[in-house]
């Protein structure tokens, strides 16, 4: 059984960067893309990027200048940090499977539970 | 970016109903169209993917049309488990965007 696990701080203060990792059990890293994904009251639902382990990577051109992802295959994570971080960017982030094509015609078959970023002094 | 608005924002409704969500794109996305099911405090699930597959699980009740810029998502007859928020996604090119939701609430 597929299972995604996100874990990082739940407290960033302004200007500084968010860091989240994902942990994949059930499925190889290798094989799959992987989306980071958040959601907001303000934004609704919002594709942030997404990454594959030999470093191939697609961001959102909103927050691309921001957005760094990489892959760890020995632990079988994914991660995402997001720098100078505002209130704007206090969100639930989930972290996601590509399925489909990969990195077109996609869809998230797979998610995290989400986790709650405040962005607060 | 491609976006996409769905209708209404919320709807109430009794079970049995049956009930319809549109979601039109800015813009033709030929079939490249995913829907999500999301209940309280939980992420969203996969329901119906770009080839209109219902995902494992997802009964048939679940129905699924349109091409180019509009799109529905019917329930033939709405079940107790049902009551959620749904949202569309586009993938025919990133960034991938969704719809705002559409609160399915019970009346």
């Known amino acids: 059984q597929v299972q995604l696990q996100e874990s990082g701080p739940g407290l960033v203060k302004p200007s500084e960067t968010l860091s989240l990792s994902c942990t994949v059990s059930?499925?190889?890293?290798?094989?799959?893309?992987w989306s980071w994904i958040r959601q907001s009251p303000g934004k609704g639902l919002e594709w942030i990027g997404y990454v594959y382990f030999r470093g191939n990577t697609n961001y959102n051109p909103s927050l691309k200048s921001r957005v760094t992802m990489s892959v760890d295959t020995s632990k079988s994570q994914f991660s995402l940090r997001l720098s100078s971080v505002t209130a704007a960017d206090t969100a639930v982030y989930y972290c996601?499977?590509?399925?489909?094509?990969?990195?077109?015609?996609?869809?998230?078959?797979?998610w995290g539970r989400g986790t709650l970023v405040t962005v607060s002094s | 970016d491609i976006q996409m608005t769905q209708s209404p924002s919320s709807l109430s409704a009794s079970v049995g109903d049956r009930v319809t969500i549109t979601c039109r794109a800015s813009q033709r996305i030929d079939s490249h169209l995913n829907w999500y099911q999301q209940k309280p405090g939980k992420a969203p699930r996969l329901l119906i993917d770009?080839?209109?597959s219902l995902q494992g699980g997802v009964p048939s009740r679940f129905i699924v049309s349109g091409s180019g810029t509009y799109f529905t998502l019917t329930i033939s007859s709405l079940q107790p488990e049902d009551f959620a928020t749904y949202y569309c996604?586009?993938?025919?090119?990133?960034?991938?965007?969704f719809g705002q939701g559409t609160e399915v609430e019970i009346k």
């Open positions: 770009t080839a209109f």
């Open positions: 996601a499977r590509n399925s489909g094509g990969g990195t077109y015609y996609v869809e998230f078959d797979y």
């Open positions: 059930g499925a190889s890293i290798t094989t799959y893309y």
């Open positions: 996604q586009q993938s025919y090119s990133t960034p991938w965007t």
